[in-house]
């Protein structure tokens, strides 16, 4: 389930409260480490976008009534038929599995969630046989806590627990807890409640289920405080699924805190990072609700992406044309931000009637590769304004660049070679038209249209780019304002300027170039939220940069600002304006223009 599975409303909508944290159980010895699973992210097919959607005919008995067991079937066999060859192997089961089409829940003597025999007539071992004798995967899903209507007045007993019932696994005054506030709250200080999720775990790996998404977990989910605090329930899952000896992806939902992310590395192999992708309208999604976010908000989570765990941006849904709801740039920008930030792939479309141009999106071997391979996640090396490029550097030397516009208008997008660290001769291969581009000199240049994109392998046949550092802590700068040095143990000589707020300016003296020109000058900074600065030189026309988030205020990420300097001395300033403005570490200018 998703933000809006049980109150159909967007996840944003709901109140962010201050965050505590509460202590988790400890490791138990039977864990597998995370890293024991997923290598690269994993691809398939999920039930949510198509339960969530208003599109007409998706859901003829009522919100949220398309899961069935025959439609489920129905995606395995075109998923197996379609996508298996390419990579595709999961078949997800989201939220309602266990809920009639009123959305009532059902549960066993236990407590623990029943498939509907309306949604599910063969049970859900069944299922997952199907999906198995297709060479697949099956997934399910399961939300945080105890539901409500598992409580049975506290008398539930709990499966192979002696004693326990649902009234000694919660806190004794029902706290609730998830994003939705439907089940109560696990008490782990109490010797019964870890019977129960290892009674879930059980019940799911009998059936055979390879993938589980827990929903619902906080600090996260629109949620956060002690109540909202779910990193115990994580870490009780991971034991739990290691001691039933079945290799169970464990991924978590939704928007967690990257304040945690040290404990969804270590619980899980995945986290949902984000909003639902999905805009509960009449189609599976729109690009302002919420595609365009995932720009915004991947880039402070890109440092926590690799083997063992990813940065789950949310469902794909670029196959079905109209049903999705985007113009084909944007499907295709869609698809190149989730493969180069080495999100899972997986797709909520209808996987029956997909069009000749969202099977090709969703079938580039080349593009497929990029994201299953050894590579890092791209990270933008410009700011975050409407015209952005994102980078990384390959195990092999070469480079993956995408070019994105997210205005609303057509515009000009360059890739220049000084913000991968090179200067001269590449060439340039395009990974969505397997075409050579030939060899480019210091950049390359691409006229898109309103959120469209470009994705290439970029290969350096030129030399390395020399720089000269700036700090921005040197005596030789000028402060304005508020703007004062700061201690910053994870910048470069240990030093910042901060409290650029409400007119604090920073400006580096005595910049020196050989030549005039418009050089990229690389950007070190810290910012807990993105930030926008003006930059000028030479006490000229600024111009206005958003910085992406670093994810707290302790990570030094960098990006690249054109800035035209003139031959010999020159001044660079970086000024708050009106607002709030990043911290910055240092600046470093490129010998050569």
Known sequence: MRSSSYFPMPARALLVLALTAVAVPTAHAADTPATAQAAKPYMGWSSWSMQSSKYPGLNPDGDYSYLTEANVLKQTDALAAKLKKYGYEYVNIDAGWWMDKTWKSGFDQYGRQKPDPVRFPSGMKAVADRIHAKGLKAGIYLPAGLEKGAYGDGRTPIWNADGCTTADIVYDDLRTTNGWDSAYKLDFAKPCTSKYIDSQAELIAGWGYDFLKLDG????????????????????????????????????????????????????????????????????????????????????????????????????????????????????????????????????????????????????REVIALNQGPNPPAHPVTPSDPQQVWASKNPDGTYTVALFNLADKPASVTADWSTLGFTGKAAVRDLWNHENLGTHRNKVSQALPAHGSRLFTVTPRGTALASTGYEAESPANTLTGNASVADCSACSDGKKVGNLYLGGKLTFNDVVVAKSGTYQIKVSYISGDARSVDVSANGGGATRHKLPATGDWGTVSSVYVPVTLKAGSNTITFDSGNDYAPDIDRIDVPQSS
């Open 217 to 364: 977990v906080g600090p996260g989910s629109g949620k956060s405080g002690d109540q909202y605090d779910n990193v115990a329930d994580v870490a009780a899952w991971h034991r739990a699924i290691a001691e039933t000896g079945r290799p169970i992806h464990l991924e978590l939902s939704w928007s967690l805190d990257i304040g945690h992310a040290a404990d969804w590395k270590k619980y899980s192999q995945g986290r949902r990072i984000d909003t639902d992708v999905e805009c509960y309208c009449n189609t599976l999604v729109s690009w302002e609700n919420s595609v365009d976010d995932r720009w915004d908000d991947t880039p402070a989570w890109t440092r926590h992406a690799g083997p063992g765990g990813w940065n789950d941006l949310d469902s794909l849904d670029v196959g079905n044309g109209e049903m999705d709801g985007l113009t084909k740039a944007e499907r295709q920008s869609y698809a190149t931000l989730w493969a180069i930030a080495k999100s899972p792939l997986y797709t909520g479309d209808d996987l029956t009637r997909l069009d000749s141009y969202g099977l090709s999106l969703l079938t580039n």
